[in-house]
């Protein structure tokens, strides 16, 4: 089919939504099995596309915070071998301390802040695809759930059919 598990769950929601009713059974209608059981089986075969999403977006928030850490390594050491070149003079290696200290700071603060938007958005990507999944998922049970009721109540209509005979 090619479509997303949110818009399989429009179909399947459609599908039911605009079902013929039964008579004598308000919340009961009539829906094609195979129809659905083919949008279940795509939303099923779905999930772990969207869940391998999820491992490569928190796979690339590992990577962009590692990134950031050797970048303010990097400026840390390179801030490091400057204040060692300017250790000539005492004056110059007060500026010089004072100089790496607030790279670092800096260094510091940037990391930190990549490291909590990549987290943010790590953990909103996840927090949606979990919604996604659970949502479909309590979908699917509400859809089973109504389909056995659909199908409890046609058996039980079949059986209470009186014998013209009698």
Do not use: H
């Amino acid at each position: 089919m090619g479509n997303s598990v949110q818009e399989l769950l429009e179909m399947l929601y459609t599908m039911v939504t605009e079902a013929w009713g039964l008579p004598l059974g308000a919340e009961k209608c009539v829906i094609e099995r195979d129809k659905v059981l083919d949008i279940i089986d795509e939303i099923k075969a779905q999930f772990p596309q969207e869940l391998a999403e999820a491992k490569r977006l928190v796979s690339a928030r590992d990577e962009f915070i590692s990134s950031a850490k050797r970048e303010a390594e990097a400026m840390r050491k390179s801030a490091e071998e400057r204040a060692r070149y300017m250790v000539n003079e005492q004056e110059i290696v007060k500026n010089a301390k004072i100089k790496s200290n607030e790279i670092i700071s800096a260094a510091e603060r940037k990391s930190a802040e990549l490291k909590r938007v990549a987290n943010e958005y790590a953990e909103d990507t996840l927090k949606r695809t979990e919604e996604a999944i659970t949502e479909a998922l309590e979908e699917v049970k509400q859809s089973r759930s109504r389909f056995r009721s659909i199908t409890g109540a046609v058996n039980r209509q079949s059986q209470i059919v009186p014998d013209i005979d009698e």
